[in-house]
């Protein structure tokens, strides 16, 4: 038994060994001139794109394809259907190596679902179950609410919660630190004896709709329903509570999590030119929540992603290495696409040359958001000051807004993101509200060419970004 270990501890160490990959990179000067050379190019792209052949195309196909599916949960039907229509779409506009790669995927399935205020007085309260929760029992929870808001007043008041349904009314300061209370408020609650517990939705702006989400349980800690429910009502709950009445809550809940199911990223490709096995990766994801069309979150990356690559085809243009577009599945269960990609293909770190996604909305553009290296910052920074300035799209922040492709910085590969103007991302984001409506086809058009011109450059310069990507030897 000692032996075997052994045996398999040091094949493990072989296995984990890392090596980082040392390349000699050009100066500064060969890069700016390199982005330069682009300038007409970009501007041909540009043009096919504002002006061209290909105005108003991403929003009408993206229009299409979720006026025809709605919205695209995972684990079911409909993502899969809307998946195999990607496929061939990909295949008719003449993308290469169109194919599927298999993701295992959880099915979690919202059921009915109701809630409402029994006193002070009778009135409904919308909800939207949270993923991957637990049902109520068949007859419901009727039980006394306990509002706070915070783990800190939940964590004082910890000797009111037993038996009673937590109702969050936390501040809104920003989506990280909303969404720590629809993530873990359900255990949380479960861990001071509450027998549910009812989230204020993560907004910025409410005209009434809950916002959804996941949750996530911990072992050993039992697992009680979680949802969401709108801005106006927590805040309600909390003025009733502040006056010292007893608020009384009915809660019903079907949800229920079914045997996991297999589901696909979508890939297309323009093969590179002169170094085929080195890629530039533009995405978004394909699933949405079960609500809304999943037009914004993440149908506009999603499509403006497919957009970049489809202009870049039909102006018959063709970089030096390979653009791949990759439709993600199951983001919004837990980036489950995006980590099985990683997973078979980070051995090719090497090659990657960036990792791209777009996934907080296809509003104005702005410029990018960039992690890697300082040096291939400053090449960042130069291609938008140049190639995107017709665009007013010149902005690089610092820190790329990664979703699916987050792990890919760890091993050294840049990532890039497109910086919109997003103020409004959050009215919206995981409610009935994320439809088309959302969409303009001429702000569509411009996130398409900035996407577009940022990625065939990249795709086409003679140097990949300068990074100390690691590779994984065997
Ligand atoms: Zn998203």
């Known amino acids: 038994m000692l032996v075997l270990l052994t045996a398999y501890g040091l094949l493990q160490l072989a296995a984990s060994s890392v090596l980082p990959q040392y390349r000699k990179w050009p100066a500064m000067s060969t890069y700016k001139k390199d982005i330069d050379n682009h300038t007409s190019v970009a501007d041909n792209i540009i043009d096919y794109i504002l002006a061209g052949p290909a105005k108003g195309e991403v929003y009408r196909r993206l229009a299409r394809m979720t006026d025809k599916f709605g919205p695209r949960l995972c684990g079911t039907e409909t993502l899969e259907d809307a998946i195999n229509y990607m496929v061939d779409e990909f295949t008719q506009d003449g993308l290469e190596n169109v194919r599927k790669e298999a993701v295992t995927v959880p099915h979690w399935v919202r059921g009915n679902e109701k809630a409402q205020l029994i006193s002070p007085r009778s009135k409904d309260i919308a909800l939207l179950g949270l993923g991957k929760s637990i ?12 509002v706070v808001r915070s783990f800190d007043e939940l964590h004082a008041r910890a000797g009111e919660a037993k038996g009673k349904i937590v109702v969050y009314n936390q501040v809104w300061e920003s989506y990280g630190q909303s969404v720590q209370y629809r993530s873990a408020g359900a255990r949380e609650a479960a861990k001071v004896g509450a027998v549910a517990a009812l989230v204020r939705s993560a907004a910025s702006l409410s005209i009434y709709s809950p916002h959804t989400g996941t949750l996530s349980y911990q072992n050993g800690i039992p697992k009680i329903p979680g949802a969401c429910i709108t801005v106006e009502d927590a805040e309600l709950l909390w003025r009733m509570s502040q006056r010292g009445e007893n608020i009384t809550i009915y809660l019903y809940m079907e949800a229920e999590t079914l045997p996991d199911v297999v589901s696909y990223n979508v890939i297309g490709e323009i093969k590179g030119n002169l170094f085929p096995d080195e890629v530039v990766l533009v995405s978004g994801h394909l699933d949405s929540w079960d609500v809304g069309q999943g037009a914004m979150d993440d149908g506009g990356g999603a ?140 702000v569509m058009d411009l996130c398409t060419a900035v996407w577009a011109v940022t990625a065939y450059a990249l795709a086409d310069m003679e140097y990949m970004l300068p990074a100390n990507r690691t590779v994984t030897v065997n």
């Not at 049902?135 to 306990?146: D, F, M, S, V």
């Not at 018959?316 to 980590?339: A, M, N, S």
Request: charged share 20%; net charge negative.
């Open 135 to 146: 049902a109520t029992p068949k007859e419901g929870i009727t039980a006394e609410a306990l």
């Open 303 to 442: 499509f403006i992603s497919w957009e970049a690559l489809s202009v870049i085809h039909h102006l018959g243009l063709r970089p030096k290495r390979t653009l791949q577009v990759v439709l993600w599945t199951c983001e919004e269960l837990g980036l489950y696409g995006g980590i099985e990609y990683f997973e078979k293909h980070q051995k090719e770190a090497q090659n990657m040359n960036i990792v791209m996604e777009s996934d907080m909305g296809t509003f104005t553009p702005q410029g990018l958001q960039f992690t890697g290296s300082d040096e291939a910052m400053k090449i960042i920074q130069y291609l938008a000051s140049t190639l995107l300035k017709r665009l007013n799209a010149t902005d690089v922040d610092d820190g790329a807004d990664l979703s699916d492709v987050n792990q890919w910085p760890s091993i050294g590969v840049p990532g890039g993101s497109i910086k919109v103007e997003n103020s409004e991302y959050f009215y919206f984001h995981h409610t009935n509200g994320d439809t088309m409506t959302v969409q303009n086809p001429d």
